[in-house]
Structures are given as C-alpha cells and as structure tokens.
C-alpha cells in the first residue's frame, strides 16, 4: 500500500520524515529481558512482552509522526528554539506544538484537570492514501512512557489529501521537566480499508468445537504456537 507525503516547498531539509512504526520501537521495548522471576510463582521464570506477537504487530504496523523539534517543558511552559522558514504561499504555523482551550474537552473525563492541560502537536506533511483507505490515528501504541496521551481520530485521506492532520493531545505528567526530544513520536496512524460491518453471532458448530479444543490443547504445549503457526507473516512494505 502506498501512502504519500508531502511537505511545503524548501522545508524538507528542516523536518523529519514520518517513520514506518517497526523502525521505532522504543528502548526500553528493546532492552526488556526474554524472561523474567515471578515473585508469584516463587522465582519460576515466565516470558516477558516480548515474546507476545499482537502487541508487537500493533506497536509496528503503520506509521510515527515525529515531534518537530526539541521542546523545552518547565512549569507547565513550553518552548523551543527552532527557525522554521515562512513560506509565503501556506498559511501553515511554524511552531510544533499548539494550544486547545479545555472548554473545547469539556465533560472528557480527566481532561480538564488542572494537570491534564491540552496541547496540539502540529503536523508538517500532508497525507494521501488510496481510495477508500483511511487512516486510524491514535496515541504510539503501548507507549504509557509518554508524558501525554494523543486522542484518537479517523481521517478519510483518500479525500483529505492537501490539508495536514495535526495531533490534539492531553499533557498527563504534570511533574515532567526538561526536554521532550525530537523526533519523539507524538502519534501513530493506521490505514484500513472502510467497509462496513456485518457481525454474524452463533454457538460453536461441532467442528467450530473441535477446532478450538485443538487451539487451547495446541497453547497449553507451545506457548508460541501463535506466533509460529496462526500469525500472518507481515512484509511492512509502505512507501515513505
């Protein structure tokens, strides 16, 4: 599937390219043990997340979009030293990170706390994608490290092509200080197919049956017998 960015004249050599989401996955991801002691089961080793395939084929599948520039984070105040240039022609901002009033959140559990202030991450590139694909946006998956949590959106980019997407967003650590890097991913965006859906609901057939006594036993011998035998090999092939 190939999805197209673009960005405004002479300011690609000043911003970072959305990434595909396996080239971004974060160290501590990276540096977690295969297994580790169970303090429950008396110091008998289990497998970490690493081992689970669903959670790595979600923090993988699709893209990251960069946070801009360094941002400095002191007392709820953020700054940033970074010379974008002005293109005459777009009325685009320049800055990374833009403000939502917490009125326009009003009654949104959590998001109009004091320390739960709203924030919007600007995007700089605009995004086509085939017809009748759109893109699920969401916060980078199983990131809970992230001093704030990006809201969840759909957009039709098979028809929203020349416009950019920013990232509305909820700041949740309200003790961060310091600087939040760029190139921090601020948002991930999935594309899927619309097509509606057509739930079909019924009890287990007697092969249905069968079959699924042939999973739980095929689970309870080979813990991986998931990520060996019933995933789907994924070739991760977009273009950039």
Not at 84 to 99: C, H, K, M
Not at 122 to 137: D, E, K, R
Not at 163 to 185: Q, Y
């Amino acid at each position: 599937m190939q999805i197209k960015f673009r960005c405004l004249p002479e300011l690609e050599p000043h911003l970072l390219r959305p990434v595909k989401a396996a080239s971004g996955l974060p160290d501590w991801l990276k540096d977690m043990p295969s297994s580790a002691a169970s303090d429950v089961l008396d110091g008998a080793e289990v497998r970490t997340l690493k081992h689970c395939a669903p959670l790595l084929d979600a923090m993988q599948t699709g893209m990251l979009f960069p946070l801009a520039c360094d941002v400095q984070v002191r007392a709820g105040e953020f700054s940033w030293d970074w010379n974008l240039p002005r293109n005459p022609s777009s009325r685009q901002t320049r800055s990374p990170i833009g403000v939502h009033m917490p009125e326009q959140a009003e009654g949104m559990p959590g998001a109009g706390d004091a320390d739960n202030f709203l924030i919007k991450f600007n995007n700089f590139w605009t995004i086509a994608t085939p017809p009748g694909v759109s893109l699920l946006i969401v916060h980078p998956l199983n990131r809970p490290d992230l001093p704030f949590h990006t809201f969840s959106g759909i957009v039709d980019c098979d028809s929203y092509t020349s416009g950019f997407v920013h990232f509305p967003a909820r700041w949740t650590d309200a003790d961060f200080a310091g600087v939040l890097p760029r190139g921090t991913p601020v948002a991930q965006a999935i594309p899927f197919r619309r097509e509606a859906l057509e739930p079909d609901f019924a009890e287990m057939s007697a092969q249905e049956l069968a079959d699924h006594g042939y999973e739980q036993d095929a689970l309870q011998a080979d813990p991986g017998h998931y990520r060996k035998h019933r995933r789907v090999k994924r070739t991760r092939v977009m273009s950039e």
